[in-house]
């Protein structure tokens, strides 16, 4: 099958890499991550992948477009749906190319983080594939959750420490603090 794989970063495209491979696939990586916050954290996700793809010889298209400002104005006032939005966003643009070139499916690595919501990718998938003519391939990769953490860190791969939102930075770094007594 030729399959286009949305990335989200390098570390969690190692393990659904392997195995699309070692099931003799034809992979292309399509990297489009409007959502991520802020620009260097773009750049070193951005740089990572590029870095490890060449090294391991796998096509990739990159739509290197920062578009914060369009991102931030899809999830304005619905932030507590801002991952199915996001999700829309870069499945939509993934389904996009997949169209255009051709493949069997498209997929994403979003689906092989423990933190993403499964149902959603799927559902959302499921729909743009739909809307282009492109079916979305659905594979839980939570299985190689460990093996993949182990395989990114062997490599010494930069590993951010959330999603990519400004929203889920800071979920991940600022912790409200206690009320202060008189």
Request: glycine share 6%.
């Amino acid at each position: 099958m030729k399959i286009l794989v949305h990335i989200c970063c390098a570390p969690c495209f190692v393990y659904p890499y392997k195995v699309l491979r070692q099931e003799e696939n034809e992979i292309v990586g399509f990297f489009f991550n409007p959502n991520i916050h802020p620009y260097q954290e773009y750049q070193r996700r951005l740089e990572t992948l590029q870095q490890w793809a060449t090294a391991q010889d796998i096509r990739m298209i990159y739509r290197d477009e920062y578009l914060l400002e369009e991102f931030l104005r899809e999830v304005a006032y619905r932030e507590s749906a801002r991952c199915l939005t996001c999700y829309h966003i870069r499945l939509q643009a993934a389904a996009q190319v997949a169209a255009r070139g051709k493949f069997d499916y498209f997929t994403s690595s979003l689906l092989y983080s423990k933190f993403q919501k499964h149902e959603a990718i799927s559902r959302i998938g499921a729909e743009t594939g739909n809307q282009y003519g492109v079916p979305f391939y659905y594979r839980d990769f939570r299985e190689g959750w460990k093996e993949g953490i182990s395989i990114s860190k062997e490599l010494g791969m930069y590993r951010q420490q959330y999603c990519g939102c400004i929203y889920s930075e800071k979920d991940r770094y600022c912790r409200p603090q206690g009320k202060k007594t008189a």
